[in-house]
């Protein structure tokens, strides 16, 4: 079953924060961050393997919150680079990295 | 440099025909997807390979098939079944969690 992602669309001034949701009705045994540019491939920016567990990558950092079956991706003094659809994609079962993604958030920085 | 192609970028067929979808990687991995995405629909999961000779269907395979004979390559044939072909066409490897996604193929069937 898809994750569900929220909001569908952010739209942001460089400089502001965001923050992206992914939930899910099922148990989660890992949950994964990508982003894809217009016309690209989605590119992986992190995976979170245990409930509890938070990764950063620069100003881009995330949390997994096992009980709740949700995990958040945290944009931080955002730049224009940081434009794009989100994804997060939500592992089928323990071990077989097949995820589930989500449809998406699209993000928007203006200067 | 290592990587995932797909080839070509831009697919014109007619209705009615078969179309082969190219996916090679030099990355080493074991498992290899194939992924259809249409706007607003995200990623959704068409066949996956997890090693050579083995294939199994994932969510929407009707209308598909795929190959698995070499570790490298994992190629997708869109077929006149597939009511829907026109969409954005994505394979993928994976190595510990991580996606490795190819340039991805842009298909349209008229």
């Known amino acids: 079953q898809q994750p569900v992602q929220s909001p569908q669309a952010v739209i942001l001034r460089e400089g502001e924060d965001a923050v992206i949701n992914c939930s899910s009705s099922k148990a989660l045994y890992s949950v994964h961050w990508y982003r894809q540019k217009h016309g690209e491939a989605p590119v992986f920016l992190m995976i979170l393997l245990k409930g509890g567990e938070q990764k950063g990558h620069e100003k881009i950092s995330a949390s997994f919150n096992e009980k709740k079956q949700q995990s958040s991706l945290y944009l931080t003094a955002s730049q224009l680079s940081y434009s794009g659809t989100y994804f997060c994609?939500?592992?089928?079962?323990?071990?077989?990295?097949?995820?589930?993604f989500g449809r998406g958030t699209s993000l928007i920085v203006h200067p | 440099d290592g990587g995932i192609t797909q080839s070509p970028k831009y697919l014109f067929r007619k209705e009615g025909q078969n179309v082969t979808l190219s996916c090679e990687q030099n990355l080493n991995h074991d498992a290899m997807y194939w992924y259809r995405q249409d706007p607003g629909q995200g990623l959704r999961l068409i066949y996956y390979?997890?090693?050579?000779?083995?294939?199994q269907k994932g969510d929407i395979a009707e209308g598909y098939s795929v190959s698995r004979e070499k570790k490298e390559s994992f190629p997708l044939t869109v077929t006149s079944a597939q009511k829907n072909p026109t969409a954005f066409y994505l394979c993928?490897?994976?190595?510990?969690?991580?996606?490795?996604f190819g340039p991805g193929t842009r298909l349209t069937v008229t």
């Open positions: 390979s997890q090693i050579v000779n083995d294939f």
């Open positions: 994609g939500t592992e089928r079962s323990g071990g077989s990295y097949i995820p589930t």
């Open positions: 993928a490897s994976t190595y510990r969690g991580e996606q490795y």
